[in-house]
């Protein structure tokens, strides 16, 4: 800790800077001796899953699986209107609006009429 550059500081905080370091270091834990390890604790019994477990495990994953289900089919609805409202978007674009979609429409006329 002692490259801590304190130069561009006021000289008071420079003093309670190394202050704080010199307070640190004096109160640094000093490593402790190792020990031989102790005796390892006794495993504790684990028994196995009942068929019981077994079932609320299930019940909560089938719960999930609802969630999931029922997400998705939220999902799905929102596309479909979706695409429904911007099928009626283009659906009224695709009336001929204009001169040259009627012309296009129109049988060729072999007489000149003006």
Do not use: W
Not at 75 to 80: D, F, K, L, Q, R
Not at 86 to 94: D, G, L, P
Request: no cysteine; net charge negative; aromatic share 4%.
């Amino acid at each position: 800790m002692s490259n801590i550059n304190t130069e561009g500081l006021p000289p008071e905080m420079q003093a309670r800077i190394a202050d704080i370091i010199e307070k640190a270091k004096s109160n640094a834990i000093q490593p402790a001796v190792q020990q031989a390890p102790a005796a390892p604790a006794p495993a504790p019994v684990v028994r196995p899953p009942s068929l019981m477990d077994h079932i609320i495990a299930l019940r909560q994953e089938v719960a999930e699986l609802r969630q999931q289900v029922h997400a998705s089919a939220q999902v799905t609805e929102a596309v479909g209107n979706a695409v429904g409202q911007m099928y009626q978007m283009f659906q009224a674009q695709t009336e001929p609006t204009s001169y040259s979609s009627n012309f296009q429409e129109a049988q060729p006329s072999l007489n000149d009429d003006f």
